[in-house]
């Protein structure tokens, strides 16, 4: 792990937006990182489709115990 220095808007946006949505202010950074990873990567998708993806890919990781697909950073689509 390691530590990633971000400007004090961005923290205040993740701030208020972690509460909004109930996170912790490190998950909705996590999320906010990987939906524009996926963005850049899948130029073609959008939002409501990477987010899909994002919960198709848990529910598979979670019923067989396998490392994310996504986390080897390749196009999915």
Avoid: D
Wanted: net charge negative; glycine share 6%; aromatic share 4%.
């Amino acid at each position: 792990m390691g530590i990633v220095k971000i400007s004090e808007q961005m923290h205040e946006a993740l701030r208020r937006t972690s509460g909004a949505l109930s996170r912790s202010i490190n998950s909705q950074a996590e999320h906010w990182l990987r939906v524009g990873m996926l963005a850049e990567l899948n130029p073609t998708l959008s939002y409501t489709e990477i987010c899909q993806l994002l919960i198709q890919e848990e529910e598979a990781q979670g019923a067989s115990g396998a490392p994310s697909r996504l986390a080897n950073f390749s196009k999915v689509a």
